[in-house]
């Protein structure tokens, strides 16, 4: 588990510590929830999004989106939104640059977002007066050969519902710094956010979107459980629950995915506990039993999971 004080501290890599549990990789998998793995893999290549005013949430037309690197150009329409469907890739992935323009104000840049085969690219793009330069973490560079077996696991999930639950938050506090690298003496402000909105912009920055369905299913339990947690205990930080970077979890309100979205979707109604507790679980990038001692999932590991059945 890497860990400096308390948070992750290798900022190379991107996907590198916190939540899960290999029990949840399971779990997840034997859930009761009809999201069959063949009613996603005929969707069509997407880019979906919209165009709104920082300040005041209004839409804006007639702003100009390109993606250079996919001959791409269209302009939102009057409620902001856009969209391209059909997309030709060279690849299963690329990783492309997005800029968007409108009059009265400043630029808008999205570097390396990656577009993937079959999967919708959600973007929710906010303008200031100012210009800003959003920059998306590379997924980690460990890519472990072979899959590995299932171990002897044992469920701990169970519904919501009970009279002794700890009720599933509403919002979260996040200290938005704007970088994903853990850096504690960045400039922040804390911002209350929607949870599930939340989870939703953390889950495809924590776990590969193009991953299996069940795996996708696993990481928004620990995305959710590992906030839940800090929220229930009354945050992490004096002044906020989480960072919104690998201090905690990297959290991009402009980014989420089609794929990563239902997956939080599916698993809302689900929460991980011991002895009808919370735990203080935690997750790193890794293949199946390298987690070590502790509440630990490994993220690749549960892409072997899933790929094995589970």
Same mark, same amino acid.
């Given at each position: 588990?890497?860990k400096?004080?308390g948070h992750s501290?290798?900022?190379g890599?991107?996907s590198?510590?916190?939540? =899960?549990f290999?029990l949840?990789?399971t779990l997840? *998998?034997l859930? *009761?929830?009809t999201f069959p793995l063949s009613?996603?893999? !005929? ?6 999004g919209?165009?709104? @005013?920082?300040s005041?949430g209004?839409?804006i037309a007639n702003?100009?989106?390109? +993606?250079?690197?996919?001959g791409?150009?269209t ?5 902001g #939104?856009f ?7 060279s690849?299963?992935?690329? &990783?492309?640059d997005m800029e968007?323009?409108a009059?009265?104000y400043?630029?808008?840049n999205?570097l390396?977002v990656r577009?993937?085969r079959?999967? &919708?690219l959600?973007?929710e #793009?906010?303008?200031?007066?100012t210009?800003?330069t959003i920059?998306?973490?590379? /997924?980690s560079?460990?890519?472990p050969?072979?899959?590995a077996?299932?171990g002897?696991? %044992?469920?701990?999930?169970r *519904?919501?519902?009970a *009279? ?6 509403e919002t +979260?506090?996040v200290r938005?710094?704007?970088n994903a690298?853990c850096? %504690?003496?960045?400039?922040? !402000? ?7 909105d939340y989870v939703k912009?953390?889950? /495809?920055?924590e776990w590969i979107p193009s991953?299996?369905?069940e $795996?996708l299913?696993?990481? #928004?339990?620990?995305a959710k459980?590992? #906030?839940?947690?800090?929220i229930s205990? =009354?945050?992490k930080?004096?002044?906020a629950?989480?960072?919104d970077s690998?201090?905690d979890?990297?959290?991009? /309100?402009a980014?989420s995915?089609?794929? &990563?979205n239902?997956?939080?979707d599916?698993?809302w109604?689900?929460r991980?506990?011991r002895? @009808? ?8 990038d890794?293949?199946i $039993?390298q987690?070590?001692?502790g509440?630990?999932?490994?993220q690749y =590991?549960s892409? @072997?999971?899933a790929?094995?059945?589970?």
């Amino acid at each position: 588990m890497d860990k400096d004080q308390g948070h992750s501290a290798s900022p190379g890599r991107w996907s590198k510590r916190k939540l =899960g549990f290999a029990l949840a990789i399971t779990l997840v *998998a034997l859930l *009761a929830l009809t999201f069959p793995l063949s009613a996603f893999s !005929t969707e069509p290549t997407a880019i979906e999004g919209s165009v709104r @005013d920082s300040s005041t949430g209004r839409a804006i037309a007639n702003a100009t989106i390109q +993606i250079p690197a996919l001959g791409l150009r269209t302009t939102s329409d009057s409620t902001g #939104a856009f969209s391209w469907t059909g997309l030709s890739l060279s690849g299963a992935s690329q &990783t492309v640059d997005m800029e968007i323009r409108a009059q009265g104000y400043g630029d808008w840049n999205l570097l390396n977002v990656r577009v993937l085969r079959a999967e &919708t690219l959600i973007i929710e #793009a906010e303008l200031k007066d100012t210009p800003q330069t959003i920059t998306i973490p590379p /997924p980690s560079s460990e890519r472990p050969a072979g899959f590995a077996g299932a171990g002897d696991i %044992l469920p701990m999930l169970r *519904a919501l519902g009970a *009279a002794e639950d700890i009720p599933l938050p509403e919002t +979260i506090r996040v200290r938005v710094t704007g970088n994903a690298y853990c850096n %504690l003496s960045l400039p922040y !402000t804390v911002e209350v956010i929607d949870f599930k909105d939340y989870v939703k912009h953390v889950l /495809p920055n924590e776990w590969i979107p193009s991953w299996p369905w069940e $795996s996708l299913r696993s990481g #928004a339990m620990a995305a959710k459980m590992y #906030a839940w947690y800090w929220i229930s205990v =009354g945050g992490k930080w004096n002044d906020a629950d989480v960072y919104d970077s690998t201090c905690d979890q990297v959290y991009n /309100p402009a980014v989420s995915y089609l794929s &990563t979205n239902r997956a939080v979707d599916a698993t809302w109604n689900w929460r991980l506990t011991r002895n @009808d507790q919370l735990i203080q679980t935690q997750y790193r990038d890794g293949i199946i $039993s390298q987690c070590g001692s502790g509440d630990c999932m490994e993220q690749y =590991g549960s892409r @072997d999971f899933a790929l094995n059945g589970w």
